[in-house]
């Protein structure tokens, strides 16, 4: 077996490990491989490898990757898109996980052909480095969004804490999930919230226990350019 093909197989015993250990069933968590700081030739391994759903960063990289890949991935954005770029990668994904300004949302209904699916990005951890919406400003964003019909708040997003500390993240990660069924709870047609995207290669065995749907795993899963390819 190939690095890759066990770094893959290692992930997924963990995923139903974490799934078996707070009784979830594995379908409902989706991986998707943060290729972001790996080439193109390691993102088609990964895609041949069985691994469809592909995220990167900066819109220039995504439509580099995607030229050269092109079928069979579904393409997640997970950077700080910036409204100018909008216009250049909107059309090209299936997935946004930042959304957290409505001068975004105003360009995405500006320039999207289609309903994108949006999670909203929240700061659950206060940490002023992190982009996202404060959990108190997520109530009137979301209803805010209601009026730009081009976008579909599909989830909410979060990047926990860079730090060692088990209960913190996992104490993250329980917020998120109250936020998320609060909002889902409220059935809007806008944004139906039914999905969690959190959990990288350090935390996304407890994101997984707190319920993640979408899991966006980086260096664990495609490894260092620096290693060189197998
Ligand atoms: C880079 C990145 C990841 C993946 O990080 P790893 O620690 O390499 O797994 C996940 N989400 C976002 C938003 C990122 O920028």
């Not at 009784?23 to 490898?49: F, I, L, M, P, Y």
């Not at 898109?81 to 409505?102: A, C, G, M, P, W």
């Amino acid at each position: 077996m190939s690095n890759l093909t066990e770094r893959i197989q290692k992930i997924e015993n963990e995923i139903q490990r974490a799934c078996e250990n707070s009784g979830r069933s594995r379908k409902d968590v989706e991986v998707v491989a943060v290729t972001k700081s790996v080439s193109t030739v390691r993102a088609n391994e990964v895609k041949e490898a069985g691994i469809i759903q592909l995220a990167e960063n900066r819109a220039e990289e995504l439509l580099v990757k995607q030229e050269a890949i092109s079928e069979g991935v579904e393409w997640h954005f997970i950077g700080n898109l910036q409204s100018r770029k909008v216009r250049d990668i909107i059309n090209e994904i299936d997935f946004l996980h930042s959304l957290d300004r409505i001068s975004i949302a105003k360009e995405i209904q500006k320039r999207a052909k289609k309903e994108i699916n949006c999670f909203i990005q929240v700061n659950v951890s206060g940490e002023s480095s992190k982009s996202g919406i404060t959990p108190e400003e997520l109530d009137t964003f979301v209803s805010d969004l209601k009026s730009y019909d081009k976008i579909k708040v599909i989830g909410l997003m979060t990047m926990a804490p860079n730090i060692e500390d088990q209960e913190v993240l996992r104490t993250v990660f329980k917020d998120m999930k109250i936020l998320r069924d609060r909002l889902m709870a409220q059935q809007l047609t806008h944004a139906p919230c039914t999905e969690l995207s959190m959990g990288m290669s350090n935390d996304f065995v407890i994101a997984v226990e707190e319920g993640a749907t979408y899991v966006r795993i980086g260096t664990a899963l495609v490894g260092a350019e620096s290693e060189g390819y197998e």
